[in-house]
Each structure stands twice: as C-alpha cells, then as structure tokens.
C-alpha cells in the first residue's frame, strides 16, 4: 500500500510520477494499492497496524529535520524502514529499533530493494525491531516531551535567578 499525496505542493511527486508508479505496480503484478492521504487518524492508525513494514525512503539531505512519519509508525508498532539521513538517527538504529538503507549508495533504489527483501524475509528480525521501535518512540510522547520542556525552561529560570545580583 502506497500512501501518500500526489500534489507536488504537498510533498507529493506529482501527476506524472503517480503514473510511473502505477505502471511500474501493474508490471509487477503485486496487488500494489494506492490508497492517497490518509488524514482520519483512526483510519491512519488502522493502516499502520496492518502494515508489515512502513517505508520511509526520503532523499532529502536538507529538508528532513525530525521524520515524524516513521516514529508515528513506531507509536502503533509498526517496523519503519529509512535511508540513512541523520534525522533518523536519534530513534532507529538498523536492525533495533527499525531499519536503515544505503541512500547514499551509487544505487539507492537497489540499496532499497535490497534491504527491504531482506528484512521481509525474517519475520523473527521484523517483529523484535517493531516491539523495540515501539518502545522508543515512547521517549518521544506528548507528556514526556512536554515534561522534558517543563525541565529545561525551569532550569533556565533557576540559573537565571541564581546569575541576578538582586539575590
């Protein structure tokens, strides 16, 4: 299942893209289904809890600051696949808590293709790194960011109060 937008406005590749995508799905007879945006968060959650694996191969050296699309993934259990930007690198480590391919390779598409046999091939390998990616993404909920904010702003305060000659 491929979801996603097509308007190039909203990330997506594009009318024509679209189209290369969905010839190239027919070629191969897999049953590919292009379901768009998903923007219902039920019926997004649903889509996440089916998926084996969610695949997140951006390209982007500049652009990507976070990736909150994998770690959505991971909050409903879902293994992620990436490519090896460094926004990625705080949350998944390949083969823990989700998977990383070669995006820098002279051949990403085959470094992609290649990793995503590979993990799909073992059921074993896929199931730990999506209970191990579950957990983490549990670093990075709402309370305990907001929490760690809370923290941080306290701290300055403290010390701001602690540098002011008035005490």
Same mark, same amino acid.
């Given at each position: 299942?491929?979801?996603?937008?097509?308007?190039?406005?909203?990330?997506?590749?594009?009318?024509?893209?679209?189209?290369?995508?969905?010839?190239?799905?027919?070629?191969?007879?897999?049953?590919?289904?292009?379901?768009?945006?998903?923007?219902?968060?039920?019926?997004?959650?649903? +889509?996440?809890?089916?998926?084996?694996?969610?695949?997140?191969?951006?390209l982007?050296?500049?652009?990507e600051?976070?990736?909150?699309?994998?770690?959505?993934?991971?909050?409903?259990?879902?293994?992620?696949?990436?490519?090896?930007?460094?926004c990625?690198?705080?949350?998944?480590?390949?083969?823990?808590?989700?998977?990383?391919?070669?995006?820098?390779?002279?051949?990403?598409?085959?470094?992609?293709?290649?990793?995503?046999?590979?993990?799909?091939?073992?059921?074993?390998?896929?199931?730990?790194? +999506?209970?191990?990616?579950?957990?983490?993404?549990?670093?990075?909920s709402?309370?305990?960011?907001?929490?760690?904010?809370?923290?941080?702003?306290?701290?300055?305060?403290?010390? +701001?109060?602690?540098?002011?000659?008035?005490?």
């Amino acid at each position: 299942m491929i979801v996603g937008p097509t308007e190039t406005r909203f990330g997506g590749g594009g009318a024509e893209y679209l189209s290369a995508l969905q010839r190239s799905a027919a070629e191969s007879g897999d049953g590919v289904v292009f379901a768009g945006s998903i923007f219902n968060p039920v019926e997004l959650e649903k +889509a996440f809890r089916s998926a084996r694996l969610f695949v997140y191969p951006s390209l982007a050296e500049r652009g990507e600051s976070f990736g909150l699309a994998p770690l959505e993934a991971m909050t409903h259990g879902c293994a992620v696949l990436v490519s090896g930007l460094d926004c990625f690198g705080d949350f998944i480590r390949d083969r823990e808590t989700g998977f990383v391919f070669d995006h820098r390779s002279k051949n990403p598409s085959e470094s992609l293709r290649q990793k995503m046999e590979e993990v799909i091939s073992n059921e074993a390998l896929l199931a730990r790194a +999506a209970e191990s990616g579950h957990h983490k993404s549990e670093e990075y909920s709402l309370p305990r960011v907001a929490d760690l904010f809370i923290a941080d702003f306290s701290s300055l305060i403290h010390n +701001a109060d602690a540098q002011s000659p008035n005490r």
